[in-house]
């Protein structure tokens, strides 16, 4: 049985359709990222999950029971926000005790749990510390630990270090899942930052528009984006308009491609539009011979740009009427100079389908 359970979930607001029949499943222990531009709906499918907002239709279920008619005080859940929230008028220790004075524990049971807390996220001995003393990454592990205290069923983290700057991010993202790992905690992990979601994910949940894009694992999302707008927010640049023609083939404006997914596509006869994309790290140039002696899987331009990145050189080029290309070379290929003509071959792993 799921542990947790959003069954076709839909909020409108006015005459549109914030939430579409979002339908969403979590397996006990699993971390599942909300991933998507501001405005898709990401924060308000976590507050209906924790009951601060009603669906219009749909159910939240929890090991097996409706929580619709449950108040958020009584769901056993737990939340951290974006600007963590912490009480400035309570010491450390007290905001981590805060959940557990709640649920009216006795006082050896709270100072036993949060001095664990402390341990937990490496605060030893700042209990005593009030909150406006702390740096902004201890003010994160403090609501962090605040969260987990009292043991919710469910955890959900709603930009949960989006208040932070970029470097201070990267360093405790790690920590961060380290902990929830540690705690076994199903979580629910709202973000707009693709690092953080592949970085911290069991699962992400790609939301546009009210709606879910798709749903998969941090490693074949990145592999397999189903459709071009996902692969356009994962930052994939070359995606080109294309149409089946039988036999394994697509054609894009004259360059004809054998994707190896397509070859055994029992639809691969049937014309229809789709739309193609090259991996970053799909090219290997060529010479103008080997180029010509190929019958496909393969792209000439010219070279607009070269960016030396360590053990590889990003490069963009233009390639007629199939637009700017930008791919991953090896820093070890001598490349032509910028504004010569570039040959490229495609290796047909690197090619993917689009609905």
């Given at each position: 049985m799921n542990e947790f359970v959003l069954n076709n979930i839909y909020k409108s607001m006015g005459p549109y359709g914030v939430l579409e029949h979002i339908n969403l499943s979590m397996e006990k222990g699993e971390r599942v990222c909300l991933l998507g531009p501001s405005g898709c709906g990401k924060t308000t499918l976590l507050r209906i999950a924790a009951g601060l907002e009603q669906p219009d239709s749909g159910d939240v279920i929890f090991r097996g029971r409706s929580l619709l008619h449950i108040?958020?005080?009584?769901?056993?859940?737990?939340?951290m926000f974006q600007d963590f929230a912490l009480f400035p008028h309570r010491n450390v220790f007290d905001n981590i005790a805060f959940g557990l004075e709640m649920k009216k524990r006795s006082r050896r049971e709270i100072t036993d749990r949060v001095h664990g807390m402390l341990?937990?996220?490496?605060?030893?001995?700042?209990?005593?510390?009030?909150?406006?003393?702390?740096?902004?990454?201890?003010?994160?592990?403090?609501?962090?630990?605040?969260?987990?205290?009292?043991?919710?069923?469910?955890?959900?983290?709603?930009?949960?270090?989006?208040?932070?700057?970029?470097?201070?991010?990267?360093?405790?993202?790690?920590?961060?899942?380290?902990?929830?790992?540690?705690?076994?905690?199903?979580?629910?992990?709202?973000?707009?930052?693709?690092?953080?979601?592949?970085?911290a994910a069991d699962r992400i949940c790609m939301m546009n528009q009210g709606k879910v894009r798709q749903i998969d694992t941090p490693e074949n999302l990145y592999a397999n984006p189903s459709t071009p707008w996902v692969a356009d927010f994962l930052g994939f640049q070359n995606i080109i308009k294309a149409r089946r023609a039988g036999e394994g083939r697509i054609e894009a404006e004259g360059a004809v491609f054998f994707p190896e997914q397509a070859m055994d596509d029992q639809k691969d006869d049937s014309m229809e539009q789709v739309f193609l994309l090259l991996l970053p790290d799909a090219a290997t140039p060529v010479s103008a011979g080997e180029y010509e002696?190929?019958?496909?899987?393969?792209?000439?331009?010219?070279?607009t740009d070269r960016f030396f990145q360590g053990s590889f050189q990003k490069i963009s080029m233009e390639a007629g009427t199939h637009g700017r290309f930008v791919f991953e070379i090896p820093s070890t290929v001598t490349l032509p100079k910028p504004g010569e003509p570039l040959f490229l071959k495609i290796d047909p792993r690197g090619l993917r389908l689009l609905g």
């Open positions: 108040p958020p005080h009584k769901r056993n859940f737990g939340m341990e937990l996220v490496n605060l030893e001995g700042y209990g005593q510390r009030r909150v406006e003393e702390l740096s902004g990454g201890q003010r994160q592990r403090v609501a962090l630990a605040r969260t987990l205290a009292p043991a919710p069923g469910l955890v959900m983290l709603d930009e949960p270090l989006g208040s932070l700057d970029r470097r201070l991010r990267e360093r405790l993202l790690a920590d961060l899942c380290t902990i929830l790992t540690q705690t076994g905690a199903t979580t629910i992990f709202v973000t707009h930052d693709q690092n953080e979601a592949f970085a002696g190929s019958r496909g899987n393969r792209i000439r331009g010219v070279l």
